[in-house]
């Protein structure tokens, strides 16, 4: 098994590494761009016969990341790599799932077309915008949640179940959210969203007893904060006592800080698939939680060829 990363986020791989024993690091290769932008990419070790997994999340510069991603599996199966498995924390493009309006593109398709074009062989990725994209590719895809990983924090909070309700900031995310509040013991209540533009949002309505309850919003991916934030405006009007956010994927694009900073919102925990910088975990209301655990543990599954199906169990325990 050998394991390489891209230049998005190391400290990611870095952390997977590390949890799969001392025996595993990373993998030297050399990623490096031509003064015209153009990426080039050389496996500084053999890995003729091996089986590679690749670690790279597609965050900003997300046009960079998935270009070096498919230049990282074109050099490794022309370097007679047995299998590559690509890793991908965050599965960018996801959004664009299918055609919401005349003359659109489904980039989650397109993205899932050049990985299998580019030769890899399985994909272990997380917390999809959809479930149906894993129907997207010809290989096997792990699909990995982390609601474990954030159930596991909220009940760290030491808050009252009973007055808890679990809050879906969209008819889309409600089966997810479902899952999250039987995990907790607590209820659900479901938003009504609008979008006039992209990265826009409307909330015109909850549906769900909130007043006087602790609401948590769980989404897959905050990027400007823009539901997340209208939404904790919209539960505030109703009347909830504390409210809470959390995600799986904290892509933060301006103005997401300043936006969260300035909400209800308590504290909105997000996991370590995208890198958050260091001065908003400490100054601002972001927590992270690592999922590095979890992938190490597919990895090492999907090496040694034991199941995986305890991964998609959203009772698992890390």
């Known amino acids: 098994m050998l394991l390489f990363t891209g230049r998005c986020h190391p400290q990611f791989a870095q952390a997977v590494a590390h949890e799969l024993g001392p025996d595993v690091e990373l993998g030297n290769v050399k990623c490096k761009k031509f ?14 016969g091996a089986e590679v997994f690749l670690i790279q999340s597609l965050c900003q510069p997300i046009n960079d990341a998935l270009m070096e991603l498919l230049i990282m599996i074109d050099a490794a199966k022309r370097a007679s790599a047995a299998d590559v498995c690509v890793v991908i924390p965050h599965f960018g493009y996801a959004r664009q799932d299918k055609k919401s309006a005349a003359r659109e593109p489904i980039t989650a398709k397109l993205v899932a077309d050049l990985l299998t074009t580019a030769g890899a062989n399985r994909i272990i990725t997380m917390d999809l915008h959809q479930g149906q994209i894993q129907g997207f590719f010809n290989m096997p895809v792990n699909h990995l949640t982390a609601l474990g990983v954030l159930a596991d924090y909220y009940r760290s909070l030491n808050l009252d179940m009973d007055q808890v309700v679990i809050v879906s900031p969209d008819v889309g995310r409600a089966k997810a959210c479902k899952k999250l509040s039987d995990m907790l013991g607590c209820s659900l209540a479901i938003m009504h969203k609008g979008r006039p533009e992209h990265n826009q949002a409307e909330i015109t309505s909850v549906i769900g007893k909130v007043r006087d309850k602790t609401c948590i919003i769980n989404d897959d991916m905050i990027d ?3 539901s997340i934030c209208a939404g904790a405006v919209a539960l505030e009007q109703k009347g909830a006592k504390a409210i809470y956010a959390g995600a799986t994927h904290g892509i933060f694009s301006d103005p997401a800080y300043e936006r969260i900073n300035a909400s209800p ?3 909105c925990a997000v996991t370590d698939t995208i890198p958050v910088p260091a001065e908003q975990q400490q100054q601002g209301k972001i927590k992270v939680l690592s999922v590095a655990p979890m992938f190490a543990k597919a990895i090492s599954n999907v090496y040694t060829d034991a199941s995986v199906s305890d991964l998609f169990d959203p009772d698992f325990q890390l």
């Open 35 to 48: 003064a015209n932008g153009e990426i080039y990419v050389r496996y500084l070790e053999s890995v003729r």
């Open 265 to 267: 919102i308590i504290e």
């Open 224 to 226: 400007t904060a823009g």
